[in-house]
């Protein structure tokens, strides 16, 4: 193991799988201590927790529903008791209800707002504090490319991952002074459950195939390395930008 952000502790959201799962394993690699976030897949949580501390690493699981502010607020306090003050913000959580124009409504709008960007308004609020009394810290959005681009999720979909992005912006803007940076990476169509069983999606890659989860990780601890990069997205399409 590295020994980069030794010393750093890491909160995960969304961490027990996926990107998110990569995201953990990087940041371990590198000698950060994780906190790996869950609303309910403690059992895989718990199995990645695990593996990072029989390589040598510290982890611990926390379970949340990132899109409730009072959870949000218990699940920080949990982190500092057990591995100290939050250091690293990785907003991972996310969900992604596939509707039609005409299938869509209130509540799919209502819930995909509330998880996919309420949770990190909430979460950034909830470490800002110890980041600002260090002049320290890193932030991390996982964004997607349907920011920009038509998705094949859905509207509601698309001005969530958006407004991850004005976050973003917003957010290093005004922290940009204090040695917080905050940026976003943005990924379409990686080899994730989310894909599973979408194999023609392939044909809209220039590159061929799928992303995978460890390449997102890799464009994730870039961020968190470059104290000089603040309020940027990282699109990683396999080249679908060239369309």
């Known amino acids: 193991m590295a020994d980069d952000l030794k010393g750093r502790t890491a909160l995960v959201t969304g961490g027990s799988r996926g990107i998110g799962a990569a995201i953990c394993r990087a940041l371990a690699a590198s000698g950060a201590a994780v906190a790996i976030n869950c609303r309910e897949q403690i059992g895989q949580a718990e199995q990645l927790a695990g593996e990072i501390v029989r390589q040598g690493g510290r982890a611990t699981v926390v379970a949340a529903d990132v899109s409730q502010a009072v959870a949000v607020a218990e699940m920080v306090e949990r982190v500092k008791a057990g591995l100290g003050p939050i250091d690293i913000l990785v907003n991972n959580a996310g969900i992604a209800i596939t509707r039609g124009i005409e299938d869509l409504t209130e509540a799919d709008f209502d819930r995909t707002i509330l998880v996919n960007l309420k949770s990190v308004f909430l979460c950034t609020q909830a470490v800002l504090p110890s980041m600002r009394a260090r002049k320290w810290g890193r932030i991390v959005n996982i964004s997607s490319g349907a920011a920009r681009g038509a998705g094949a999720i859905g509207p509601h979909y698309n001005a969530s991952k958006a407004g991850m992005e004005g976050l973003t912006r917003g957010y290093a803007a005004r922290l940009v002074k204090e040695g917080i940076t905050v940026n976003a990476v943005a990924p379409s169509l990686i080899e994730t459950d989310m894909m ?21 990780a890799k464009a994730a601890m870039l961020l968190i390395d470059n104290a000089y990069m603040t309020g940027q997205t990282i699109a990683l399409s396999g080249g679908m930008a060239f369309n």
């Open 196 to 216: 599973s069983g979408q194999p023609q999606l392939v044909s809209r890659i220039p590159l061929g195939r799928f992303g995978t989860a460890d390449e997102v």
